[in-house]
T-cell receptor
């Protein structure tokens, strides 16, 4: 149980276009979802926290208008990178917590590799 | 005060040996300490986690040792295997309610290589 999926797994786009990444909890209801960004050989950097039906909370330094997060249901959150530029190229990973385990255990998706040309 | 410091940055171990990775934290409000394993191009997977009310937790070949007074915790991988070669992250979180609930602070990561 506790499976989180992401789609797409890999995306290549041109500079200036927008890209949407989906994160789904497949077998549990996710009360909270998190979005991370990871550069090669570096740790995970939290971008934002989202709760179903409410606005996302962004970490300091993360542009809200650049990275749009929508948590439309208890099983789906989306991250849209607007007007993507080469510096947005990165590995984006989502995670989700549910009621099991007191909501402390985060289950991670497989990640999405974004390359902006 | 939100930092979690992890060492070493990289570690090379022979097959069958013990791998030890250490983490130190500053925020005494942290009350949940998980370890994650990440293979290249994949998302992190939870290995084992501990709460500060116990000093040690063991699951198979993986053991967490926790020293509350020193604000340190470590991961021991017994009988290390080539398949254990991956990046390991320690993390910590606190129950602060609201939007901080469950938010993880990650260590810098340790690249483990187990030679056959």
């Amino acid at each position: 149980g506790a499976v989180v999926s992401q789609h797409p797994s890999r995306v290549i786009c041109k500079s200036g276009t927008s890209v949407k990444i989906e994160c789904r909890s497949l077998d549990f209801q996710a009360t909270t979802m998190f979005w991370y960004r990871q550069f090669p050989k570096q740790s995970l950097m939290l971008m934002a926290t989202s709760n179903e039906g409410s606005k996302a909370t962004y970490e300091q330094g993360v542009e809200k208008d650049k990275f749009l997060i929508n948590h439309a249901s208890l099983t789906l959150s989306t991250l849209t990178v607007t007007s993507a530029h080469p510096e947005d190229s990165s590995f984006y990973i989502c995670s989700a917590t549910g009621l099991a385990g007191g909501g402390r255990e985060q289950f991670f998706g497989p990640g999405t590799r974004l390359t902006v040309l | 005060q939100q930092q979690v410091k992890q060492s070493p940055q990289s570690l090379i171990v022979q097959k069958g040996g013990i791998s030890i990775i250490n983490c130190a934290y500053e925020n005494t409000a942290f009350d949940y300490f998980p370890w994650y394993q990440q293979f290249p191009g994949k998302g992190p997977a939870l290995l084992i986690a501990i709460r500060p009310d116990v000093s040690e937790k063991k699951e198979g070949r993986f053991t967490i040792s926790f020293n509350k007074s020193a604000k340190q915790f470590s991961l021991h991988i017994m009988d290390s295997q080539p398949g254990d070669s991956a990046t390991y992250f320690c993390a910590a979180s606190r129950d602060a309610g609201g939007t901080s609930y469950g938010k993880l602070t990650f260590g810098q990561g340790t690249i483990l290589t187990v030679h056959p």
